[in-house]
């Protein structure tokens, strides 16, 4: 009986768990580029006639736009997820379930950097009057503001 204690894994396993964990990383990154880049304001692309089209919709919360407002909430549950995996890997005896955990963490780090990237982005916008007040100068430059309708319309006339 093999004793459990060592782990079955080379040092080689961990070279291509780390091969795996980059290029799940890179593919998860790429192809969000790509959809942002083909799909974005563009009707349905259609792969198998009319079954099967894709479309690009922006989802700031988890699936189904679960705690779309709460994207910090989301931010540290998707680090602790990425410690609790990198524990797991330090403890799995077998190179399948090293290779199968670097593949889920390199998947959370590409949702963790669309996280701390992507609108609306980690932080929450200030609410205090001189942030607002400047969105409206800055909105004001772009644009003149409608003021009976409080909305922006085209940009302005330059005289």
Do not use: C
Request: proline residues 4%.
């Amino acid at each position: 009986m093999a004793n459990s204690s060592h782990p079955t894994h080379t040092r080689a396993t961990w070279v291509y768990a780390g091969i795996v964990f980059v290029a799940a990383i890179a593919t998860d990154q790429a192809s969000k580029m790509w959809a942002r880049g083909a799909l974005d304001g563009q009707a349905p692309r259609p792969l198998i006639g009319q079954w099967l089209s894709l479309s690009l919709v922006h989802n700031s919360g988890a699936a189904f736009s679960f705690a779309a407002g709460k994207t910090w909430i989301l931010t540290i549950f998707t680090v602790v997820i990425i410690g609790v995996l990198v524990v797991m890997a330090r403890r799995v005896h077998r190179a399948s379930t090293l290779l199968a955990i670097a593949l889920l963490a390199g998947g959370a780090v590409g949702n963790l950097i669309d996280r701390l990237t992507a609108e609306p982005g980690f932080r929450r916008r200030p609410r205090h009057r001189l942030h607002r007040l400047w969105q409206l100068v800055r909105r004001q430059r772009r644009g003149h503001l409608d003021r009976a309708r409080g909305t922006f319309a085209g940009p302005r006339a330059v005289p």
